[in-house]
DNA sequence: GTTGGTCAAGTGGTCTGACCACTTCGCCGC
DNA sequence: GCGGCGAAGTGGTCAGACCACTTGACCAAC
């Protein structure tokens, strides 16, 4: 068995975690008013500051409403949460949300060639040369879990050399809430980072400066594993149900 | 002139802004260490925990790292930063970055006909209904603001139809980077909100559940403006590159 | 009755100063 | 050279205090 890095919880992570699960689930409705810091505080046997730094946290995130001399409510997620609150909604209670799965999918089926065509616009002469290299260690492989390293770094390239910095933060985002489960998903993926040939194809593409033909390329990598993965969650999403 | 709501910065906010700023703003390169909590709070004037609040919601953007016993890192933000930066990187030192800017209208246009396409499939009986009542708004006045507000409240309608999270996420970060600058941004966007009937066309494709007629549609409605604010921003961009 | 003022209670905002836990790194003895 | 020790410096946490603000009840004046 490898060894897992020691995970070291601050309490104002803690907190933070506790509170954001309360608001998620839907525990405390969005309008509703959080018990005050001095109370949170004596409830959960931390200090004052502990909770407020959580609080805090989570009003960057848009999902509390803090106002000085009054209450503190709860935002509606929902409508205000951004993509940076992903990681925590793909997998909740410690396993995978099948509807926020698929969604993630869905985002990326549609995303990936709009980025794929910018990067065959924009892309500088060295960009050829680096998508091969890289793919060519994909290809050289076996483990799945390398593989899905590797075609990260290959939409890692791809997107910057699509130059627009809101795909760029999509993509930072995405990765974000992909990575903590990539060996998790190595299986899922295996069809998608197996196909090494689909991404020479779409890496010419690129190479050769063809937005369309790289745009349908990339959605030839992207959608096989896409369609069949979302009937699969289609399946699970059933069984889900139970909330 | 209307009545402004009065600005409260609190002294975090303040730590926060000025430690972004020079991070985003390259003065603190990505590797570098960051001076010490106490330092900090010294040379801000401000107590220590004012300071520590600004640097932990810092290291959640995936800014900082910061570590226990040792020192406090600045990260690459190019590389690991959320979608939900956008809204500081989008207006700096209290002006428009014209590279972010097309950006943004690049990436709605590539993402707002795939929702429309989602929303086409997924809408159920009420979507139409709510959308027509939309646009008959957004038709009935003639300031560019109300529209565009309009114009927003139309695309939260189609966000929630399409049923998936990560685009109804990606729109509220999109939209809160949006919203402050509504305002001004009713002159470059009134060619946009001024086509009533254009979401009309998409009003009906998406009642009619026909997703690529659908996307075809929304392509129509964010194609003109964005192409023309686009080029608009290319020519700001030339000017901007003193940096 | 409505308006506007006052006041107390409760909340978030901020500070101070202390101590704990951890990392770093140089010194020391082997 | 190498392992271990320990001081110094860093972030983590706490307690308690006080300030600033909102709220709502109460009351006076119109």
């Given at each position: 068995m490898p060894l897992q890095p020691v995970v070291r919880r601050s309490v104002p992570d803690e907190v933070f975690d506790q509170v954001l699960a309360e608001v998620v689930d839907g525990e405390i409705g969005a309008g509703e008013t959080l018990p005050s810091e001095r109370r949170l505080a004596e409830v959960l046997g931390v200090s004052r500051p502990a909770v407020r730094e959580a609080l805090q946290r989570m009003a960057q995130t848009r999902l509390l409403d803090v106002r000085h001399g009054g209450a503190t409510t709860v935002r509606d997620f929902r409508r205000?949460?951004?993509?940076?609150l992903l990681p925590q909604l793909l997998v909740r209670k410690g396993s995978l949300d099948a509807a926020v799965a698929r969604s993630v999918l869905e985002a990326r089926l549609a995303i990936g060639p709009s980025v794929a065509a910018l990067a065959a616009e924009?892309?500088?002469?060295?960009l050829g040369a680096l998508l091969t290299a890289c793919v060519d260690e994909l290809a050289a492989t076996d483990d799945d879990v390398e593989r899905q390293v590797h075609a990260l770094t290959f939409w890692d390239l791809v997107v910057d050399a699509a130059d627009s910095v809101v795909f760029r933060m999509m993509f930072n985002s995405l990765r974000a809430a992909y990575e903590p489960a990539l060996e998790a998903l190595a299986p899922a993926m295996a069809e998608e980072v197996g196909q090494a040939g689909a991404y020479r194809v779409l890496t010419a593409a690129i190479s050769a400066g063809d937005p369309e033909t790289a745009r349908a390329a990339a959605d030839r990598v992207l959608r096989p594993a896409t369609d069949s993965l979302v009937s699969a969650l289609a399946a699970l999403e059933q069984t889900q149900e139970q909330r």
């Open positions: 205000y949460a951004g993509l940076d924009r892309g500088g002469e060295t």
